[in-house]
C-alpha cells in the first residue's frame, strides 16, 4: 500500500481535498470571490509571526520597549517578523474593508445568508481591537498615548465608563497590569474569538456558496478548482508581496522612543483610526463619547440590520441604492475626514517641529539601547543621557529667554544673549564686536555695560580718541577665552596679556577683584568650561561666575538660581548638552 493511500485510508484526505476543490462556484470564477482567501492568508501570516515575536517579547512596562527594540534591531530577521506582523495587521483591514464592500454590493447578505453576513461583520470589530490592544504591546510613545486617548474617551462614557477603564487599565493608572491586560487580550482572548467567528463563518459560507452577481448566468456553476483557485492564490500571492516589498522598504516596522508619561508627545492613531480622529476634533470634549462610542455603535447596528431591512428579492444595485446609501456615504466621508487630518498635520508647523524632536528622541533612544538597557528600563536609560535629556530642560528652563539653535524665542526676540556659540572663539569674537545688539545682551538688563571694541561710543566725548581694537588683537583674547573654556589655558600666552590690559578693569580674573569693583561683568578665569557653566546654572550672582549685585531686584529679568529647582544629575546632564550644542554649528 502507497503512503498516499494508507492515509487516506485512515483519514480520509482524498475526499476532504474533493469536496474543496470541486466545490461549485455560482456564476462562474471571479475576481471579486478572492478576498476570502486574501483574508486567510493574512490571517496565517498574522499568527505565525505572532508566535515568533512572542518567543522573544517580555510584557512588563521597564521590559516591553527594550525587547522590541532587540527584536527590530538585533535578532537575526527579528526586523522581518516585526514588519510582516504590523503591515499583516493593516492589510487585513484594508481586506476586511473590500470584502464587506463587494459583499455588500452582491447583496450576499440577504436571505438565507444573514447570519453569515453577521459573522462577517465580527471579524472586523476583532480586527480593530487586535490593532488596538497591539498599538500598546512595544510600550513606545506612539502606542501608550494612542492608548491613553482611547481609554480616556471609553473612561468618559456616563455610567460604565470610569469602571470600563480602570478595568482596562488595571487600576487608576497606566502601567505593567496596563500592558499585561492588553497583551492578554491581543494574544489570548480576541485571537480565539476571531478564529472562532471565522471557522463559523466558513462553516456557513460553504452551506450556502458564493452569491453571484445580479447578472451572471444562474445556470452557469464551475468547480473551485482551476480557475478560482488561481485567482484566489494570484491575488493571496500578491498581497504577500506587497507585505515584504513593504517591510524591506522600510527594512521593518515603526518602533518610537520608550513611553514617557511627563513627555509632550504629537499622538496621532494609525491610519485607520485617523478618520475617528478628525471627528473628534469637531465635538465638544465632554461629547467625545458620542462620536468616538455611539456614532461606531449606530454604524455596527445599521449593518447588523442591514439584512433584516434589506428583505426584497432583487439584489440590483439600483433597487438598494437607498439601503445601502449609509455605507457609501461612511466610506466617503471617513476618506475625506482621513485627508484632512493628513493635510492639517502637514501644514502644522508646531506639529512637524515636535515630529522632528520626537525622531530626534527615537533616534537617540535606539542608540543607547542597542548598547544596553539597565534594568532600571529605558526611561532611566534616557534620564542619564545628555543629548536625551538636556533639549527638554533647556526647552523648560532656558528657552524662554535664550536661543540655542532651533529651541528658544524667534530670532533677534530673546531676552537673554543668544548661547549658539558659546564658549568658543566666534561667541567672544561677536561680544567684543557688537555686546548690545539683540542677539547678545540688547534685551537685557546689562545693556550698555559693555563697551564695543570695534565701534565707538554713541557719546562724542567718549568717542573722541576712541581706536578700535585690531582684529589680531581680539583674536587673541578669543583664543584665550575658547582655550578657559575647554580647560587648556596657556599660561603667559598673548591672549592672556591683552585679557589683563583690556578687561580686568571689569571682569575679574581667577578671583582678583577687578579695577571697578562694581562691576557686574563676569569671572573671565574658566569662562565657558564645564565647571563654570554648571556653577553659573546653579546660583548666577554667587561669585563664581558673575557677583551678587547681577542678582539685584532692580535688574529685573536677570537669570534666576536653579540650584532649588534643578538637581544636582540635571545641573550636570543640562551644562554637558548645553556645551556641546552650542559649539555645534546651526
Same mark, same amino acid.
Given at each position: ?386 543629548? /536625551? %535629556? $538636556?533639549?527638554? +530642560?533647556?526647552?523648560?528652563? @532656558?528657552?524662554? &529667554? *535664550? !536661543? =540655542?539653535?532651533?529651541?528658544? #524665542? ?82 603667559? /600666552? %598673548? $591672549?592672556?596679556? +591683552?585679557?589683563?590690559?583690556? @578687561?580686568?578693569? &571689569? *571682569? !575679574? =580674573?581667577?578671583?582678583?577683584? #577687578? ?72
Amino acid at each position: 500500500m502507497s503512503l498516499r493511500a494508507f492515509l487516506d485510508d485512515r483519514t480520509g484526505y482524498k475526499k476532504l481535498v474533493a469536496a474543496m476543490l470541486d466545490e461549485p462556484v455560482h456564476g462562474g470564477a471571479r475576481w471579486a470571490y478572492v478576498w476570502g482567501s486574501a483574508l486567510t492568508l493574512s490571517l496565517v501570516v498574522q499568527a505565525v509571526t505572532g508566535l515568533l515575536l512572542m518567543t522573544a517579547y517580555q510584557p512588563s512596562a521597564t521590559t516591553a520597549w527594550s525587547s522590541v527594540m532587540y527584536v527590530s534591531y538585533e535578532l537575526r530577521a527579528g526586523w522581518l517578523v516585526r514588519a510582516l506582523h504590523h503591515y499583516g495587521a493593516q492589510a487585513m483591514i484594508v481586506l476586511l474593508a473590500a470584502h464587506l464592500g463587494q459583499t455588500a454590493w452582491y447583496g450576499a447578505y440577504k436571505k438565507p445568508r444573514e447570519l453569515n453576513w453577521l459573522l462577517g461583520l465580527a471579524p472586523m470589530g476583532i480586527t480593530l481591537a487586535l490593532a488596538l490592544t497591539g498599538y500598546l504591546l512595544p510600550w513606545d510613545q506612539k502606542g501608550y498615548w494612542a492608548t491613553r486617548v482611547a481609554t480616556n474617551i471609553a473612561g468618559s462614557v456616563p455610567a460604565i465608563g470610569p469602571a470600563l477603564q480602570r478595568l482596562l487599565l488595571g487600576g487608576d493608572d497606566y502601567g505593567h497590569l496596563t500592558l499585561t491586560r492588553f497583551y492578554a487580550l491581543h494574544v489570548g482572548l480576541l485571537p480565539f474569538l476571531l478564529f472562532v467567528v471565522l471557522a463559523a463563518h466558513i462553516a456557513l459560507f460553504r452551506r450556502h456558496g458564493v452569491t453571484a452577481p445580479e447578472r451572471a448566468d444562474p445556470a452557469r456553476t464551475e468547480p473551485f478548482y482551476p480557475r478560482q483557485l488561481w485567482r484566489d492564490l494570484l491575488v493571496s500571492l500578491g498581497v504577500l508581496v506587497v507585505l515584504f516589498a513593504l517591510a524591506a522598504r522600510h527594512h521593518g516596522a515603526p518602533l518610537d522612543g520608550p513611553a514617557d508619561p511627563a513627555s509632550d508627545y504629537p499622538a496621532r492613531p494609525e491610519w485607520y483610526f485617523l478618520a475617528l480622529f478628525e471627528l473628534l476634533k469637531f465635538v465638544p470634549g465632554r461629547l467625545e463619547w458620542v462620536a468616538a462610542v455611539i456614532l461606531p455603535l449606530l454604524l455596527g447596528g445599521y449593518l447588523c440590520a442591514l439584512p433584516f431591512i434589506d428583505r426584497g428579492p432583487s439584489r440590483s444595485i439600483k433597487s438598494r441604492a437607498i439601503v445601502l446609501a449609509p455605507l457609501g456615504l461612511t466610506a466617503i466621508v471617513g476618506a475625506l475626514l482621513t485627508w484632512l487630518s493628513l493635510a492639517a498635520d502637514a501644514k502644522d508647523p508646531g506639529f512637524q517641529a515636535a515630529r522632528v524632536r520626537t525622531e530626534q528622541r527615537t533616534a537617540r533612544a535606539i542608540e543607547l539601547g542597542r548598547r544596553g538597557v539597565p534594568p532600571e528600563g529605558p526611561l532611566a536609560m534616557l534620564a542619564a543621557d545628555p543629548d /536625551s %535629556r $538636556g533639549p527638554e +530642560l533647556f526647552a523648560k528652563h @532656558c528657552a524662554s &529667554c *535664550h !536661543r =540655542l539653535h532651533a529651541l528658544g #524665542p524667534p530670532p533677534g526676540e530673546s531676552t537673554a544673549p543668544n548661547l549658539e556659540g558659546f564658549g568658543t572663539e566666534r561667541f567672544v569674537l561677536a561680544m567684543l564686536d557688537t555686546p548690545d545688539a539683540p542677539e547678545r545682551f540688547g534685551n537685557t538688563p546689562f545693556k550698555g555695560m559693555m563697551d564695543s571694541f570695534t565701534t565707538p561710543p554713541a557719546d562724542p566725548a567718549l568717542a573722541e580718541g576712541f581706536v578700535p581694537m585690531p582684529k589680531a588683537d581680539r583674536e587673541a583674547i578669543a583664543q584665550f577665552l575658547a582655550a578657559e573654556a575647554r580647560g587648556g589655558r596657556v599660561a603667559g /600666552s %598673548r $591672549g592672556e596679556t +591683552l585679557v589683563k590690559n583690556h @578687561c580686568t578693569q &571689569c *571682569h !575679574r =580674573l581667577d578671583g582678583k577683584a #577687578p579695577l571697578d569693583e562694581s562691576s557686574l561683568a563676569p569671572e573671565l578665569g574658566g569662562w565657558g568650561s564645564p565647571a563654570w557653566t554648571l556653577a553659573h546654572l546653579k546660583n548666577p550672582g554667587s561669585g563664581a561666575t558673575y557677583p551678587s549685585g547681577a542678582m539685584a531686584k532692580e535688574l529685573e529679568g536677570h537669570m534666576p538660581a536653579f540650584a532649588t529647582e534643578l538637581s544636582n544629575a540635571e545641573l550636570g546632564l543640562l551644562t554637558t548638552w548645553l556645551l556641546k550644542e552650542a559649539a555645534r554649528p546651526e
